[in-house]
């Protein structure tokens, strides 16, 4: 027992004698004692304290600090201020130097001459996109970015071997008890996807750069709906030689011949919807300039095939199915002015992240700047043609243009 609680059980005593009815007690006594105590009791306390305070624990080496958390940015605008009119300064080269940017970034120029990544945060904003503003990428398959993020892929797939195989050469097959297991032998084939370098560049004011607020909304907003305009074209009617391959010309897509020359009548819709593969989520796709046949198109009841549906964020339905505006479309009467698909069926790769570069030196007597932006990505359908439905001749797909 320490001192302390010996002290404390005494002044308890003391209090029940006081309590007590007994009339042989020694007040004065009492009175002293009880001062000790609280006299002992108090230098006790204020020992303690000092002790306490004296007391201090061995100091920890701080963490070695991560230059890249250190060295952060409050705003995209920040970032550009500093890429414009301090290249060298340490928070990009900490950044760029950093182990983790390195892997990503092997075979990519920095610096001056080349190109400063652009920080998580900012990136994920630019390249954010809703199915609001976009209608690939919220709706595709995506596979993000792998070490290297640059490098190519190849995705194994299959295709239809047979008129049962209904879906991509998946065949299923009933089993009676006992029965022996029948053996498939579906037919693999690779879709290689390789992350292609696009490039996007603006001009601003130095002025509006000298205003990191301003300069980083308006910059991000314009690389954001670049971007989308990019991949959106891209996804739809690319090529695929240093580029994505489209949906319009794949060899996966069916083709409906058109019933006249620049008009879609109710009879393309028909056909259009007949040919589609079903069972996923569908949607129609075309630009303004085909509304008007769209929306006062009627079958042959006289009835509406549009119907109005802002709600959920698509101008309208046709015949049910949700209807997509995309600036990028074919207008009336050129091929794939309207197409009708399912977007799980096609890949988007992502590649390395957003990088920025400025150069002020063409407009240099304008007091302007350039700002180019750069990012990899690549995408293509992962059919290699249309599927056979079970009578093994007529065929469906999830893309379906018009003609």
């Known amino acids: 027992m320490n001192r302390i609680t010996e002290i404390e059980a005494r002044m308890l005593e003391i209090r029940s004698i006081l309590e007590s009815d007994a009339t042989d007690i020694d007040l004065d006594a009492l009175e002293t004692e009880l001062c000790d105590l609280g006299d002992e009791k108090a230098q006790i306390e204020k020992r303690r304290r000092m002790f306490e305070s004296i007391n201090i624990q061995p100091r920890k080496a701080d963490p070695t600090p991560d230059p890249v958390q250190e060295q952060e940015f409050r705003d995209f605008g ?37 190109g400063f990544i652009v920080p998580e945060q900012f990136s994920t904003q630019i390249k954010m996109v809703d199915d609001q503003s976009a209608i690939f990428r919220p709706r595709a398959q995506v596979i993000p970015a792998g070490d290297p993020p640059d490098a190519a892929i190849t995705i194994p797939a299959l295709d239809q071997g047979n008129a049962n195989g209904v879906y991509a050469g998946v065949q299923v097959t009933w089993i009676a008890e006992g029965a022996q297991k029948p053996e498939t032998e579906p037919s693999f084939r690779e879709i290689r996807l390789e992350p292609n370098e696009v490039a996007a560049h603006v001009v601003v004011t130095d002025k509006l750069l000298r205003n990191s607020a301003a300069a980083g909304a308006l910059v991000s907003s314009l690389l954001r709906k670049a971007i989308i305009a990019a991949e959106e074209d891209a996804f739809l009617s690319g090529g695929g030689a240093g580029q994505p391959l489209g949906i319009i010309g794949h060899p996966a897509a069916i083709q409906v011949a058109r019933a006249g020359a620049n008009a879609i009548a109710y009879t393309d819709i028909i056909n259009m919807f007949a040919r589609a593969k079903f069972g996923g989520r569908l949607a129609w796709i075309g630009s303004q300039t085909i509304l008007p046949q769209l929306m006062t198109m009627v079958d042959t009841g006289q009835n ?47 590649g390395s992240g957003i990088s920025i570069s400025m150069s ?31 009578d093994g001749v007529s065929t469906v797909s999830p893309f379906v243009v018009l003609d």
Do not use: C
């Open 78 to 114: 920040e970032f550009l201020q500093t890429v414009k009119y301090n290249p060298h300064d340490q928070a990009l080269r900490a950044r760029e130097m950093s182990d983790k940017t390195q892997k990503r970034f092997l075979n990519m120029g920095f610096g001056a001459s080349g």
């Open 304 to 350: 509406l095939v549009w119907q109005p549906n802002a709600r959920e964020g698509a101008p309208g339905t046709l015949i049910g199915i949700p209807f997509l505006l995309n600036d990028q479309s074919p207008i009336l009467g050129r091929e794939g002015d309207l197409i009708l698909v399912d977007l799980d069926y096609y890949l988007i790769k992502d």
């Open 360 to 390: 002020e030196h063409p407009l240099f007597t304008q007091n302007r700047t350039i700002i180019k932006a750069f990012w990899n990505v690549d995408g293509q359908p992962w059919l290699s043609t249309p599927l056979l439905a079970r």
